[in-house]
């Protein structure tokens, strides 16, 4: 990150844009309003918080990630699921209680849209 503050958001904020713009596009609207609230409040926080640069490292080829999923992009798909499936077991322990409850929801949602009964 370069050492004006402004400077250093330019490409977080494209990329949440970047988000937005492809809920719109990809997400129906209940979807779309659960994965702009979630997206909204973790770029806020690591946009106000003390966040190093290996967890904007991680934070932004996560966001990355996302948005290739997204946009069907299937090889990053493949690889996504199979890293989630590895890191499921020891990321949703260490999620707070708020946390662990939007996942849940976001879960329930996507079973619902699907088709599939929560």
Do not use: C
Not at 12 to 38: A, F, W
């Amino acid at each position: 990150m370069t050492s004006n503050p402004r400077q250093a958001a330019v490409p977080v904020i494209s990329l949440y844009r970047e988000v937005l713009k492809l809920h719109r596009e990809r997400l129906p609207p209940p979807v779309r309003d659960l994965g702009d609230s979630y997206a909204r409040s973790e770029f806020r926080s690591h946009l106000r918080g003390k966040t190093t640069m290996s967890q904007w490292t991680q934070f932004i080829s996560e966001w990355r990630g996302y948005l290739a999923t997204l946009r069907g992009e299937e090889h990053t798909i493949t690889t996504n699921v199979n890293v989630s499936a590895e890191l499921m077991t020891g990321v949703y322990d260490s999620l707070s209680e708020d946390q662990r409850k939007r996942v849940e929801m976001l879960q329930k949602e996507l079973k619902t849209t699907n088709g599939t009964p929560p």
